[in-house]
């Protein structure tokens, strides 16, 4: 119970506590410290206090309450301190919490002005002697002490689990690296740090600095006290080099005005330290990044300001001298030179308090009309960079967010100006990698009219609610999509991914195209094909390939250089990154909308890093902790001379312009450009600096379409495309019947409520007794019941069901593992109860009954199975009539008499078996079937076998785990030996309590037409005309 309150004192839930582990485990001090002593928890104590103080409401309330009324009537109270009301709300809160024996002590009670202290602050001077008094208020002190004393109990029981917490989790961390042979950064720092304390730390600096004679840390603004010290040790004037008689060898190069990475760990309290160690240093004082307009009008802003620019005292602004490289006449605009730097001054249209949404909105209109501006006039050769008209690729719009950086974008892209929003984000992380899975669902299954409606859902196919609603009602058009879901499927299994991907790309491209994003959107798509193209090279299968990008999904990495977005005409396009991002970057114009725009939400992190006591710190929440109110304010004090350098940073990455939005914006004060902004006449005098007032044009025009050359021609086509060619499965060749046309025949959609082949009849022999359809709950049929019950007996651990018998509820936590494959198929919670009870059933029966080996599934170890085993094997040119002659000489699908109208087949064939498992050294294949039988006895499931043509699965699964066997055990296989054979389980009618086994089909397949098809598969017309003749015997 401890460890719970301790746990729900510091997190919501366990993905709070997730989140916030990586950050306790640095190596910083935490505070509060682990307390020193401990003491019994105070709850009986408390409890005692409740209990009392439950028996003083039910005696003494009317009395307590007629003493508050009567000092309210004497005016005993002040009445600018105490208002009869709050009382009566107190009051209420008592009676509220007598039966639990729980009040509430927030800040939101008024149960503390009952207090006698509180009461008595509330007596007028010279009339404390009529102060109320009632033993109810009396024992709610008493319950208050016993409450604040059980608190401080509970914040010292959650510091202490912090620590303990932190101490486990390192522990933890470091064993998982040790045994997965991994060492980080920080690794490596440490490691260095603990041999520079070691006994042989004389030898470790003698021998770097032989290595290394002379160390240069450049940006040393972003470095931490850690680094630091292994530095200064090495190569500073330290003890160890003075021992060693080594002089000093190490330069720093940084500017603490750029030192914005505090939350990566950078410390710009390090860098002033050994600034203040250092003998002085020449600065670099000159500037050969942009124009001298460009740093004259920065100056100015700083002038401005002056001690306020960055609230450190050991850090100010030194103006810089133009290099060589830039002249003011690089940028010019109707033939003069432009103003280094445009302040568009805004004013409040709207009456009442400045918003901050507005005031984005017009700082994001009035960004627009100045880039389209400029846009036009280049169009006009009179925006000119180095005599070149301006591109929107030599713009960047600095914002602080993703969400400022999508606000821009979209309002760029409303008048024709193409923008990116720039900076590194993993391709599986997009909304067209969920629009994929989506689609890869919905082929897997086309028939689930669930997968279908969300992948017609999607960008991509783009079909709008209202169609998505017309499903319901029109069978014709849920129809005609599952037939393109086939096609798509075929075209898929025929040319991989891409090719279905692309198709729909080019369908569609003027629908996405005509989007914001639609070009990223696009080109989204198309990377994904490709990189699905390549996963489907490792021969994956369909739903490996599902398996694999929700992997990837799952795992999204914006630091593999695989999985960055690509999109060729990024560098055509006005680019929009973030101020952090933008560090070390450089941009012809750059524009900052939003830096006058201030009072962001207040900071509801449960922890924060401030300087103090000479170090950085680790602080921690802890319900009225006072330390924490120091820290968190400290905190926001560092924040804010973050976000002014964090302004340097994005104020000097303009190489020939800057452009600012000023005025009249919310929160404009607190922001560090206000006191760049405190003399705005000095800054209109400016001559690099433009003051613009005005009305903003909210939508300007436009911007023309340019046209960028004519399209080199396609290439020829010069080798030939194997067109039959294809990638097969059991159900695409039961789709396909003779005498139709293959595609047409395979885009046959299954009946809803089917679990088998399209056109299988199931009434079989009337006289035999039925299943009426009225007895199986009609929510618990068809294919998607069949999907939850396969999901169910994957994921089900079959050693739990040994005990079970008909009747009996899911072993141990099996009932959660069965509501959870409901789920998966989307059905509604009140469905869930009832479904558990179907599925117990039939996987009770299904890993309970006798199988004609002996045992039963689940007494098969785990390492003896294997569920959902994927295959694909190669079927070299297959003659059609020489595969059925085959096929029907041993008695399988005698009426049929070809595969659509192919004469051939060749490709893969694939296929997913649901269980594979060895029992006495012999190997079998197992498949679950749902489908609903008049009967389960021997009879009807061999004739369900033929009709739904599951004999062909059956031998196509026995093929290919004869082809693995053979690879795998080479001459030591043995078909007649070491194959049992193959068990379908219908397992609707399962009954592991009768001895005639009724719903279990068990068959072993002649060895010589299992080597015959394999030889058939494998061979040549001749090879396979002389098997077919064998086999019936001619031969």
């Known amino acids: 119970p401890a460890t719970v309150d301790a746990l729900t004192w510091l997190w919501s839930s366990p993905e709070a506590l997730a989140g916030d582990l990586a950050t306790l485990i640095k190596p910083l001090p935490l505070l509060p410290a682990r307390p020193t002593h401990s003491v019994d928890d105070p709850a009986p104590q408390l409890r005692l ?68 202290v509180q009461l008595l602050a509330f007596c007028k001077d010279g009339m404390e002697g009529q102060c109320p008094a009632s033993p109810l208020f009396d024992a709610l002190q008493a319950w208050w002490h016993a409450a604040d004393a059980r608190e401080q109990w509970l914040r010292q029981q959650a510091t202490a689990f912090l620590h303990d917490l932190r101490d486990e989790a390192r522990a933890r961390l470091a064993e998982l690296k040790r045994i997965g042979r991994v060492q980080t950064y920080d690794d490596l720092i440490d490691g260095v740090a603990d041999a520079l304390d070691g006994p042989h730390r ?96 920065i100056e100015a802003l700083y002038a401005n300001a002056g001690e306020r620019a960055f609230l450190e005292a050991d850090i100010a602004f030194e103006p810089v001298h133009p290099g060589s490289t830039r002249v003011d006449a690089d940028f010019l605009r109707d033939g003069i030179p432009a103003p280094g730097l445009t302040v568009r001054v805004l004013h409040n249209t709207e009456a009442g308090d400045l918003k901050a949404d507005p005031s984005r909105q017009q700082a994001s209109d009035a960004c627009v009309a100045a880039i389209h501006q400029i846009l036009g006039e280049a169009r006009q050769g009179r925006a000119l960079l180095r005599d070149v008209p301006v591109q929107p690729g030599d713009i960047a719009v600095l914002v602080r967010s993703h969400k400022e950086a999508t606000r821009i974008q979209q309002a760029l892209g409303a008048v024709g100006i193409p923008a990116v929003a720039a900076g590194k984000q993993s391709l599986y992380a ?73 198709d729909l790309c080019a369908e569609h491209a003027e629908r996405l195209l005509g989007l914001l994003d639609g070009e990223r959107r696009l080109t ?28 990837q999904m799952a795992h999204a990495d914006q630091n593999d250089e695989q999985q960055l977005l690509r999109l060729e005409s990024d560098a055509r396009r006005v680019q929009i990154i973030t101020l952090h991002k933008s560090k070390g970057l450089e941009y012809p114009l750059v524009f900052l909308p939003f830096v006058g725009i201030g009072g962001g939400a207040p900071n509801t992190e449960a922890n924060c890093t401030v300087y103090a006591n000479g170090r950085r710190e680790l602080h921690w929440k802890l319900d009225k902790d006072d330390s924490w109110s120091v820290a968190s304010t400290r905190s926001a004090q560092e924040q804010e001379a973050e976000d002014a350098r964090l302004l340097y940073v994005g104020l000097t990455r303009a190489e020939h312009a800057l452009w600012i939005a000023a005025g009249d914006l919310a929160g404009l004060a607190k922001t560090r450009l206000a006191p760049m902004l405190s003399n705005m006449a000095a800054l209109r005098d400016h001559p690099d600096i433009a003051v613009i007032e005005g009305p903003v044009e909210t939508r300007p025009a436009q911007l023309a379409f340019e046209r960028e050359g004519e399209l080199p021609p396609v290439r020829a086509l010069t080798r030939r495309v194997p067109h039959d060619w294809w990638v097969y499965s059991f159900t695409q060749l039961a789709h396909a019947d003779a005498g139709h046309d293959t595609d047409a025949a395979a885009t046959e959609v299954p009946a809803p409520a089917a679990d088998e082949p399209a056109g299988v009849d199931l009434s079989l022999d009337a006289e035999q007794p039925a299943v009426a359809s009225d007895e199986i709950d009609p929510r618990f049929m068809g294919s998607r019941f069949g999907n939850v019950l396969h999901d169910a007996l994957e994921n089900t651990d079959f050693a739990l069901w040994g005990g079970w018998q008909a009747g009996q509820p899911a072993p141990g936590e099996e009932a959660e593992v069965l509501r959870a494959s409901l789920r998966v198929e989307g059905y509604a919670e009140q469905d869930l109860d009832d479904g558990v009870a179907m599925l117990t ?145 219908f397992c609707r009618g399962l009954d592991a309590g009768r001895e005639d086994s009724p719903g279990l089909y068990a068959h072993r397949f002649d060895p010589a037409l299992v080597d015959a098809l394999d030889a058939l598969f494998a061979g040549g017309e001749h090879a396979q005309a002389r098997m077919a003749a064998r086999a019936r015997g001619d031969a």
């Open 430 to 502: 997009t909304p067209e990698a969920h629009d994929l899975r989506l689609l890869l669902l919905a082929l897997l299954q086309p028939a689930d009219e669930g997968r279908l409606r969300a992948a017609l859902s999607t960008v991509l196919l783009g079909e709008d609610a209202e169609a998505i609603d017309a499903l319901e009602r029109e069978g014709d058009a849920q129809r005609s999509f599952q037939v393109r879901l086939l096609e798509w499927r075929e075209r898929w299994q025929r040319g991989g991914p891409f090719a279905v991907i692309a």
């Open 524 to 551: 989204n798509y198309l990377q994904l094909g490709e990189l699905l193209q390549q996963a489907a090279g490792q021969t994956l299968g369909m739903h490996g390939l599902l398996d694999w990008l929700q992997v």
């Open 202 to 297: 004389a030898t470790l600096v003698q021998q770097l600095r032989a290595q290394y004679a002379i160390a240069l840390v450049d940006e040393f603004q972003d470095t931490d006290d850690r680094q630091w010290g292994i530095f200064q040790r090495v190569f500073g004037d330290s003890q160890e080099t003075r021992e060693a008689g080594l002089a000093p060898a190490l330069f720093l190069i940084g500017d603490p005005k750029q030192a914005i990475y505090g939350f990566r760990g950078g410390d710009i309290h390090t860098y002033l330290k050994a600034k203040r160690q250092a003998d002085a240093a020449p600065a670099l004082d000159r500037n050969f990044r942009s124009r001298p307009a460009v740093l004259h009008a």
């Open 49 to 116: 206090a409740a209990a009392a103080l439950a028996e003083a409401i039910e005696t003494h309330a009317e009395h307590a309450q007629a003493q508050i009324a009567t000092a309210f009537d004497r005016k005993v109270f002040d009445g600018r301190r105490a208002k009869r009301p709050s009382f009566d709300k107190a009051f209420g809160e008592l009676f509220a919490g007598r039966s639990a024996q729980h009040w509430p002590r927030g800040d939101k009670s008024h149960l503390g002005k009952l207090l006698p």
């Open 841 to 985: 059933a039939l996987v009770g029966q299904t890993l309970t009954v006798p199988l004609p080996e002996g045992g039963a599934l689940h007494d098969l170890p785990a390492d003896a199975r294997r569920a959902e085993i994927e295959f694909h094997f190669a079927m070299q040119p297959t003659a059609v009539p020489a595969l059925l002659a085959l096929l029907h000489a041993h008695g399988l699908v005698r009426d049929r008499h070809g595969f659509g109208t192919r004469r051939r087949l060749e490709g893969l064939m694939t296929g997913k078996i649901d269980l594979t498992y060895v029992r006495a050294y012999r190997w079998y294949v197992l498949d679950y079937k749902s489908n609903r039988l008049p009967g389960y006895d021997a009879a009807r499931l061999t004739s369900a076998m033929q009709h739904s043509e599951y004999d062909l699965q059956a031998l196509i699964y026995t093929v290919a785990l004869h082809r693995w066997l053979r690879f795998r055990l080479g001459a030591q296989y043995d078909y007649t030996r070491d194959m049992g054979g193959i068990r379908y389980l």
